[in-house]
């Protein structure tokens, strides 16, 4: 039986690990095979399993997770920190697994701060690897139900990884049912977000029984209730204990406003001034592709959304519904974005009657029939691009599935760079 490794080798490993997967990364890029950062990752954890925790010991991470908003809460919180002069590392291509964050945490200065989003299936994964500072949890609602499983289930093994982490400091999202009941024994600061989709909650995680739901609070017969939270959105504002802080985000919707409100009490925790963290988060204009604007060919202005599953599609047409451009909808079911798309019929695209629309992506068929279904005359085209030109409206909002987002956004920054 071999002995325990010392903690010089494991120096040595870790460096040998960091080195291979930079090694692996080159290689990806050069033979245009994508960005290298997964593939540098698990060449790295191959090499040595341990890499995550020893290269970040010490560094006082901080891990966002949450079926929406994960990107955007960690690129607003990056911004605020970086504002008061705190050295930053993250994992700002998206790469979320434990290989996304071993490559991260070995492309960044050995003294800047990580701070991660996190995948929330890879969670208790990466915490038991990393051993955070601070976690920050959004929301949980369903996603990719082939990967991801019930969204209760998530919210189980939330819980039992922060039960074995009593000291754990948490920041959370006490309108999300489902979060509470993962984060309500740790040591956590509690940020009332408001929650538009309740779908996913109907039914008290603790008993079972139908949650009871009323005006910013909800309840169940066992006693499982909304916490009194700290921190609290109310329309463009912040509250928390002893101020009052605005918002003026150049990100659009209410959902960015709730990501904003999740980054500031994470900033809070980081001892950043509220007002100061704020003003960083308004330069934020654009995260990993979202909000990206350019020009059609016949000269009027796209933007690009990402929506993933439901709730976030949700989010989205109630922001489109109050405008009269032209929408294209783009649906790939890619492993990336879950395979079944049924979820399709719990969107409310009856929200787009009266507008001109658009069918696309490699599963424009299926969006075919969930939007004759709901009484909205579309036109229909495989390439968003190239539906984007057919539909009508003085601008077009161009709204895509994660691996139909990823590929639109190479496009688009080609054709800015023509």
């Known amino acids: 039986m071999s002995q325990p490794s010392s903690p010089t080798q494991r120096s040595a490993r870790t460096a040998l690990a960091v080195q291979a997967g930079r090694l692996a990364g080159r290689v990806s890029r050069r033979a245009g095979m994508g960005a290298g950062v997964t593939i540098g990752g698990r060449v790295a954890l191959a090499v040595a399993p341990g890499v995550i925790g020893e290269l970040a010991a010490g560094r006082e991470a901080v891990v966002v997770s949450g079926t929406n908003g994960k990107t955007t809460t960690t690129r607003l919180l990056v911004a605020a920190l970086q504002a008061s002069g705190v050295s930053v590392v993250s994992n700002d291509t998206g790469a979320n697994l434990a290989s996304g964050v071993a490559s991260a945490l070995a492309s960044g200065a050995s003294g800047a701060r990580p701070v991660l989003e996190v995948d929330e299936a890879a969670l208790p994964r990466v915490i038991a690897a990393l051993d955070p500072r601070l976690v920050v949890l959004t929301n ?38 489902l979060v509470v009941w993962a984060a309500q024994e740790s040591d956590t600061v509690w940020v009332d977000t408001g929650l538009l989709w309740r779908e996913d909650a109907t039914a008290c995680p603790a008993c079972g029984a139908l949650l009871e739901w009323g005006d910013g609070w909800y309840r169940s017969a066992c006693g499982f209730a909304k916490p009194e939270a700290a921190i609290r959105l109310t329309g463009d504002v912040v509250e928390a204990p002893g101020e009052h802080v605005a918002l003026s985000l150049s990100l659009p919707g209410r959902w960015n406003l709730a ?11 980081a001892g950043i001034d509220l007002k100061e963290a704020a003003a960083a988060m308004s330069d934020v204009r654009e995260v990993g592709g979202r909000q990206a604007t350019w020009r059609l060919p016949d000269g009027r202005r796209a933007r690009l959304l990402l929506a993933k599953n439901p709730a976030g599609w949700t989010e ?68 968003p691009l190239l539906a984007a030109g057919k539909v009508g409206g003085d601008d077009v909002e161009i709204v895509a599935t994660y691996s139909a987002f990823v590929d639109l956004v190479r496009r ?6 023509a």
């Open 316 to 383: 989205v047409l109630r922001f489109l519904a109050g405008a009269d451009s032209g929408v294209v909808v783009v649906l790939n079911c890619r492993v990336a974005d879950g395979k079944d798309p049924s979820w399709l019929w719990d969107v409310p695209f009856e929200l787009l009657a009266g507008r001109p629309v658009g069918a696309s992506g490699e599963r424009h068929l299926d969006l075919a029939v969930r939007l004759r279904y709901a009484g909205v005359d579309f036109v229909d085209d495989r390439d």
């Open 140 to 177: 949980l609602s369903r996603d990719q139900l082939d990967r991801y499983g019930e969204v209760g289930t998530v919210a189980n093994r939330w819980r039992e990884m922060l039960a074995s982490r009593p000291a754990q400091r948490v920041v959370a999202n006490a309108a999300d049912p």
């Open 412 to 417: 688009i920054r080609s054709l800015r760079s």
């Open 259 to 269: 990501n904003a409100a999740m980054a500031l009490a994470a900033a809070r925790e």
